[in-house]
């Protein structure tokens, strides 16, 4: 029987363990890492299919496609990815309730396995449509694995090290650009004749996750609360956490699953759907939260500068042939960055870092548009302060936005509301993405060197608006974070936020008020 006195105790912090290691590699390797590499190694092929497109035409009708025709051909292939990262976003959320996190994540390697067969065949079959299709599965691929995998991740790490593992999406992201500029060499699977196999070799991780995550557990909120098995939800906490079941863990499982239940909005459903989700007024700011940071991440023009990045080179004088080794350091960059940004997250906490990465960008934006302008006119020096632009809008990027951006939903909603949660802000990611790849090359045109005032002002709108609306979620449990939400909901008609602004307790939520059966205050050693 617990006594009173723990309430006030701290309860013990375990550090990272070889299963918890094991299981954030194994589930990103085939997640988050996807998304990168598949975001970055389309470019390398870029003529080669171009070129294919062209050939594959003129042999069904005997006549070929102008430049312009031929572009627009590339642009669907291009927009299949974040289209289907759109629809793999949307079916995301009833995956991860119907299948669990894990199995979902396993699942989701079936579209990549399909998109590659689709690539190595499209010669033979004489069909760009089928590269078209590929990218869309490729896409959906990435839609599902960038809403599920921050999500078992959150619910599998310790609430210390909730940051630094749901980073980790972050980290594997950047590596997958990285490694997908260096596999794209000319000198690899760049070539004119292996781009096929380029497209394909995104079946490597996938395989890699189908053989190694199956021997590491599921998400152990997700067993207790979604399933109601304890006995498996034990089991799995004494995996990740070295063989001891923490206590004060387990009986804020126990306590939101009790809450959940007693609720009103899930007498009938296990999980909130999106509209229900949408039309909950107690869940309203954490909404526009996530909403507008998944949004900002991807308009703030990140993705852009990539593109840029080759004319930036070129003007600085790099030889057209040795470009795409300059490229591979934009990646390194936003590799190196996250990885520095995971150690400090846990130091620095996710607002600042989120609002320091985008005050960051909007200021080299600045610095980069006077460069572009000065480098029109002939100034010297000015294609060199336009590349140090560019990795530094890059590591300002990696530092925040890139990996705390995935973290909070995570954070901020509870069991029934996570997964529709995920779906939301998914969808508003891939769509942001879809409209930047659309509208960037008229914005050039239109625009010309101030072609990056438009992100800048996304960065300093994002910076504003995510500084007055979230919260810092660093260390603090869900009741603790949904109380700082619920002052601010303070006006918009939330049903609970008055009972718990006027009564601050996280008492709910702490290890002296259940439990009764636990002997050990701490930890509960596992056999």
């Known amino acids: 029987m617990l006594s009173n006195s723990t309430e006030d105790e701290e309860p013990s912090r375990t550090s990272w363990t070889v299963t918890l290691v094991f299981t954030v590699c194994s589930a990103a390797i085939g997640g988050t890492f996807q998304y990168g590499?598949?975001?970055?190694?389309?470019?390398?092929?870029?003529?080669?299919?171009?070129?294919?497109?062209?050939?594959?035409y003129m042999e069904r009708w005997g006549i070929g496609l102008d430049t312009p025709q031929v572009t627009l051909a590339w642009t669907f292939i291009v927009s299949a990815f974040s289209l289907g990262g759109l629809f793999g976003a949307l079916l995301a959320g009833p995956m991860a309730v119907q299948f669990g996190r894990k199995k979902s994540l396993l699942l989701n390697n079936m579209?990549?396995?399909?998109?590659?067969?689709?690539?190595?065949?499209?010669?033979?079959?004489?069909?760009?449509?089928?590269?078209?299709?590929?990218?869309?599965?490729?896409?959906?691929?990435?839609?599902?694995?960038?809403?599920?995998?921050?999500?078992?991740?959150?619910?599998?790490?310790?609430?210390?090290?909730?940051?630094?593992?749901?980073?980790?999406?972050?980290?594997?992201?950047?590596?997958?650009?990285?490694?997908?500029?260096?596999?794209?060499?000319?000198?690899?699977?760049?070539?004119?004749?292996?781009?096929?196999?380029?497209?394909?070799?995104?079946?490597?991780?996938?395989?890699?996750?189908?053989?190694?995550?199956?021997?590491?557990p599921e998400s152990p909120r997700y067993l207790l609360i979604d399933k109601g098995d304890r006995e498996s939800c034990e089991n799995a906490l004494a995996r990740l956490r070295g063989g001891q079941i923490p206590i004060f863990e387990l009986e804020l499982m126990i306590r939101e699953k009790e809450e959940l239940k007693s609720s009103a909005i899930n007498t009938n459903s296990k999980a909130k759907t999106p509209w229900a989700l949408i039309k909950d007024k107690d869940l309203r700011?954490?909404?526009?939260?996530?909403?507008?940071?998944?949004?900002?991440?991807?308009?703030?023009?990140?993705?852009?500068?990539?593109?840029?990045?080759?004319?930036?080179?070129?003007?600085?004088?790099?030889?057209?042939?040795?470009?795409?080794?300059?490229?591979?350091?934009?990646?390194?960059?936003?590799?190196?960055?996250?990885?520095?940004?995971?150690?400090?997250?846990?130091?620095?906490?996710?607002?600042?870092?989120?609002?320091?990465?985008?005050?960051?960008?909007?200021?080299?934006?600045?610095?980069?548009?006077?460069?572009?302008v000065f480098q029109t006119q002939g100034v010297a020096g000015m294609p060199y302060l336009s590349m140090v632009c560019v990795f530094a809008y890059i590591l300002s990027f990696g530092l925040g936005p890139a990996g705390v951006t995935g973290i909070l939903p995570a954070e901020i909603f509870d069991q029934s509301a996570r997964p529709a949660a995920y779906m939301i802000a998914g969808s508003f990611m891939w769509f942001s993405l879809f409209l930047v790849g659309m509208l960037f090359p008229f914005i050039v045109n239109t625009l010309g060197d101030y072609c990056f005032l438009p992100f800048f002002v996304v960065c300093v709108v994002s910076a504003i608006f995510l500084g007055l609306i979230l919260p810092e979620t660093k260390g603090k449990t869900l009741a603790e974070i949904t109380l700082e939400f619920d002052k601010k909901n303070i006006g918009s008609g939330g049903n609970r936020q008055k009972k718990q602004v006027d009564s601050p307790s996280t008492a709910q939520y702490r290890p002296a008020t259940a439990m009764s059966d636990v002997e050990d205050p701490v930890v509960k050693s596992r056999e």
């Not at 790490?157 to 593992?165: E, K, N, Q």
């Not at 042939?321 to 620095?348: D, M, R, V």
Request: charge should be neutral; glycine fraction near 8%.
């Open 285 to 372: 700011t954490q909404l526009r939260t996530v909403m507008g940071a998944s949004s900002a991440m991807m308009l703030c023009g990140n993705d852009s500068i990539y593109f840029y990045a080759y004319y930036i080179f070129l003007a600085a004088g790099i030889p057209p042939q040795k470009i795409q080794y300059a490229t591979i350091g934009t990646g390194a960059s936003e590799f190196l960055s996250s990885i520095l940004s995971n150690f400090l997250i846990e130091h620095a906490g996710r607002r600042y870092l989120l609002i320091g990465g985008y005050s960051l960008m909007s200021c080299w934006s600045v610095v980069f548009t006077i460069a572009l």
């Open 37 to 56: 590499y598949n975001l970055s190694m389309i470019n390398a092929p870029t003529s080669y299919i171009q070129t294919f497109i062209n050939d594959t």
């Open 111 to 216: 579209f990549m396995l399909v998109a590659a067969v689709l690539v190595l065949t499209c010669k033979m079959a004489g069909s760009f449509e089928m590269i078209i299709l590929a990218r869309f599965l490729v896409g959906m691929n990435s839609g599902v694995s960038m809403n599920i995998q921050p999500m078992y991740f959150g619910e599998s790490a310790p609430t210390h090290l909730r940051g630094a593992v749901a980073f980790s999406s972050a980290v594997f992201t950047a590596f997958g650009i990285f490694l997908g500029q260096v596999v794209g060499l000319t000198e690899i699977l760049g070539g004119k004749e292996v781009w096929p196999y380029l497209l394909a070799s995104n079946t490597v991780p996938a395989l890699i996750q189908v053989l190694t995550l199956p021997w590491f």
